[in-house]
């Protein structure tokens, strides 16, 4: 017998990849929310993480894991991509090649500083949220949800800027950057949390699934255990 695909659940991972990719493409911009800078990645990024939880809560660490090396390997792709047709010469009536590289073609430590940081939170965020759902017997998702994206999204932005800008800027901008990033991620994440329960309880209704990882691998590295 075949194993049907949920559409729910490949919808969810094609908008996870999406948000990866996009994000890595618009966090070049800086952009000012009132007092605070912040880049571009900020408007998108920490929707990867909701899906993180959704995906975690509905189907369980091992469709997470999945989602998670699916969505890396889309964005190393795209970034392959990016430095083909950078480095492919441009037609004559092509004029905007600096600008076109300027806005595709991140500098390699920013790119592997994206990848190690965007693969330790993401599964960092979905271990906790795995686990705290079996210490609290399914109860209290808000609380899971805030706690997993604080961690994940915290991993996530030390490693970020401490590879991306150690020894560029200050110290004392670092902290801040880190700090800045992960509260405002981790806010988004609690704006966004009435949303996210009545989607969840309408997936969970929908697709009859409820799962506990209950006796399961947690090494990232077992794609085969699905």
């Not at 390699?108 to 949220?129: E, H, P, Y």
């Not at 899971?144 to 915290?154: D, H, M, N, Q, Y």
């Not at 949303?195 to 947690?218: A, C, F, P, Q, R």
Request: proline share 3%.
């Amino acid at each position: 017998m075949k194993k049907q695909v949920s559409v729910a659940f490949m919808v969810l991972g094609m908008l996870f990849t999406v948000c990866l990719i996009v994000s890595n493409i618009i966090e070049q911009k800086l952009i000012q929310i009132g007092p605070i800078e912040a880049t571009a990645g900020l408007l998108i990024f920490p929707i990867s993480y909701i899906i993180n939880d959704l995906i975690a809560e509905v189907w369980g660490y091992r469709k997470v894991r999945l989602i998670i090396w699916n969505g890396f390997l889309m964005n190393f792709l795209a970034v392959l991509i990016f430095k083909l047709s950078i480095w492919v010469p441009g037609s004559v009536n092509f004029t905007h090649q600096d600008a076109f590289s300027l806005v595709l073609g991140n500098t390699q430590r920013i790119v592997i500083a994206s990848f190690i940081a965007f693969l330790l939170g993401a599964f960092l965020n979905a271990f906790v949220m795995s686990k705290m759902k079996i210490m609290q017997r399914g109860r209290g998702f808000s609380i899971r949800a805030i706690v997993s994206t604080l961690v994940g999204e915290g991993a996530d932005s030390v490693v970020f800027f401490t590879l991306a800008f150690s020894g560029i800027i200050p110290t004392s901008a670092l902290i801040t950057l880190i700090l800045t990033q992960t509260a405002m991620k981790t806010g988004y994440e609690i704006l966004a949390l009435p949303l996210t329960n009545v989607l969840i309880k309408w997936v969970k209704k929908k697709e009859e699934v409820d799962v506990y990882d209950k006796g399961i691998s947690y090494n990232p590295l077992n794609i085969k255990d699905l």
